[in-house]
């Protein structure tokens, strides 16, 4: 039998690559994968290719290119890539583009990446946050939430996806602890008590895919994923566990961490902020025992990091 294609966004990043991943490396091989890429050509779309994937070449600021390379495909897996642009407008119009390819090129079951909308708990004139690009509480979040209407309004069956903060950010997004001048180890998050939902990306990956394995039960519906909630605390005993050595927790004050200086440190703070103040609503729109439903292999953080030690950008003591 043919195998039903699912067309993935952002399949050489992240989140996608962890879809293609869990799609490539299914036991059933119920489905197939199209892998979209501005870049063809690329080293990490010729791997893919090389490992069974179809390459489409799109970009998701132009239409005509997602309806060609969706054409065909069974289902979708959608996201959009803030860190590339911090642009909220941005991501909106990206999202607007995906949805309405999608319903152009007559997909069966869509999967929308998102995020909370936090202005419904904070609204805009809310002053314990400031408010970004004019009319956002976290840009990064609320654009997603906000463009979930493009996809409940288009015709494809669409299940939306919350997704949660990924342990990869401890790799390639500087999060990792840092070697302060004392000479100790600081994960350094302005989490104070409260306990965050996180993952891995391959986990996100195969929750995903078992969304599209589950035909029409999530069409439709909201949903949120998550691994484990995990305390700023917890995870940096888990460190210290992992790698011998002390890791001290350090819960910055939310306006220490928006003035930061990397681009978007305003975003994050707000949205840690979000994550502390609303942190009963945060956790209870991600259901871990769904996700251990829809990928039993869904990994902890302890697992996690002693198979990813040696990726993680952190300076060990010197004997
Ligand atoms: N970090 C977290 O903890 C976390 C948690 C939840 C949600 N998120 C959200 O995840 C999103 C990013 O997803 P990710 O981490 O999977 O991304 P990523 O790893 O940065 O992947 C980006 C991939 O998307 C493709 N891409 C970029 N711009 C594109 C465009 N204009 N058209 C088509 N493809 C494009 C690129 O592929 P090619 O170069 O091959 O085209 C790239 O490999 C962000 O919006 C972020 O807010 C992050």
């Given at each position: 039998?043919e195998?039903?294609i ?6 050489t ?5 962890g879809?293609v ?5 299914d036991p059933?091989?119920e489905?197939g ?5 501005r870049?063809?050509k690329?080293d990490k ?7 069974g ?11 005509e290119s997602?309806?060609?390379a969706?054409k ?22 990206q999202?607007?583009?995906m949805?309405?390819a ?18 419904k708990?904070?609204?805009i ?5 400031p408010t970004?690009?004019e ?6 979040f609320?654009a997603?939430?906000?463009s979930?209407k493009?996809f409940?309004d288009?015709k494809?069956?669409v ?9 990869e950010?401890?790799?390639h997004?500087g999060?990792a602890?840092?070697r302060?001048d ?17 993952m ?10 078992g ?5 029409k039960?999530y069409q439709g519906k909201t949903?949120?994923i998550?691994g484990e909630?995990?305390?700023g605390?917890?995870m ?9 050595e002390?890791?001290?927790?350090v ?7 928006r003035g930061f ?11 840690y ?8 609503v945060?956790?209870a729109?991600?259901?871990l ?8 292999k ?5 697992g996690?990091l ?12 010197t004997?």
């Amino acid at each position: 039998m043919e195998k039903k294609i699912i067309a993935v966004v952002g399949a050489t990043g992240a989140q996608g690559g962890g879809l293609v991943n869990a799609i490539l490396s299914d036991p059933d091989q119920e489905f197939g994968v199209r892998v979209l890429t501005r870049d063809p050509k690329s080293d990490k779309a010729k791997a893919l290719k090389e490992r069974g994937a179809e390459i489409a070449h799109a970009d998701v600021n132009d239409k005509e290119s997602l309806i060609k390379a969706f054409k065909g495909a069974y289902g979708a897996f959608c996201v959009t890539f803030f860190w590339d642009h911090f642009s909220a407008e941005i991501e909106m119009e990206q999202a607007r583009l995906m949805a309405e390819a999608a319903e152009a090129a007559g997909l069966e079951h869509l999967i929308w990446s998102t995020l909370e909308d936090t202005r419904k708990w904070v609204p805009i004139e809310d002053k314990r946050m400031p408010t970004l690009q004019e009319k956002y509480k976290v840009p990064h979040f609320d654009a997603k939430g906000a463009s979930d209407k493009y996809f409940k309004d288009s015709k494809v069956p669409v299940t939306l996806l919350r997704t949660s903060f990924y342990w990869e950010n401890f790799i390639h997004f500087g999060m990792a602890p840092k070697r302060g001048d004392d000479g100790t180890l600081s994960l350094v998050m302005p989490l104070e008590e409260a306990k965050m939902p996180s993952m891995c990306v391959e986990d996100i990956g195969r929750c995903a895919l078992g969304v599209f394995k589950a035909g029409k039960q999530y069409q439709g519906k909201t949903i949120g994923i998550s691994g484990e909630f995990l305390t700023g605390k917890q995870m940096a005993e888990t460190f210290s566990e992992v790698f011998g050595e002390k890791v001290k927790y350090v819960s910055v004050p939310h306006d220490v961490y928006r003035g930061f200086d990397f681009p978007g440190a305003d975003d994050l703070g707000n949205m840690y902020q979000f994550k502390v103040d609303f942190e009963e609503v945060y956790c209870a729109n991600r259901d871990l025992e769904l996700s251990r439903k829809l990928n039993p292999k869904l990994e902890t953080f302890h697992g996690w990091l002693v198979r990813h030690k040696e990726q993680i950008p952190m300076e060990t003591q010197t004997a």
